[in-house]
């Protein structure tokens, strides 16, 4: 199993963002999906999940209300719509697959599979 993460960059604060989590090998749609985040200096945290379809979407507090998580599973594809971006936002952001349908899914421990990470970098 693969996933690559794209759609990183630098924005403004109050700006947007689409990251897109492509994942290759297995069965996508028994996968509960996730976003994490690292900032330099700091522990990996949680951002957002979503488990397989007609399991509602988990969020960080940090992030409630301006991220939304996303999956298209004829695509093999799960997104995180950032919007009002904040300058603490700035970290690499981690997309990861859990295949056993794990309920925990706002934990790190649980992941199967992690992609590379991508860049996202919010000026104030």
């Known amino acids: 199993v693969q996933l690559v993460e794209s759609g990183g960059g630098l924005v403004q604060a109050g700006e947007s963002l689409r990251l897109t989590c492509a994942v290759s090998?297995?069965?996508?749609?028994?996968?509960?999906m996730g976003w994490f985040r690292q900032a330099p200096g700091k522990e990996r945290e949680f951002v957002a999940a979503?488990?397989?379809?007609?399991?509602?979407?988990l969020y960080a507090d940090s992030v409630k209300g301006r991220f939304t998580i996303s999956r298209d599973n004829a695509k093999n594809m799960v997104y995180l719509q950032m919007n009002s971006l904040k300058p603490e936002d700035t970290a690499v952001y981690y997309c990861a697959a859990n295949q056993y349908g794990s309920r925990r899914l706002s934990q790190s421990s649980v992941y199967d599979y992690w992609g590379q990470g991508t860049q996202v970098t919010v000026s104030s």
């Open positions: 979503i488990g397989r379809p007609g399991s509602g979407p």
């Open positions: 090998g297995g069965t996508f749609s028994d996968y509960g």
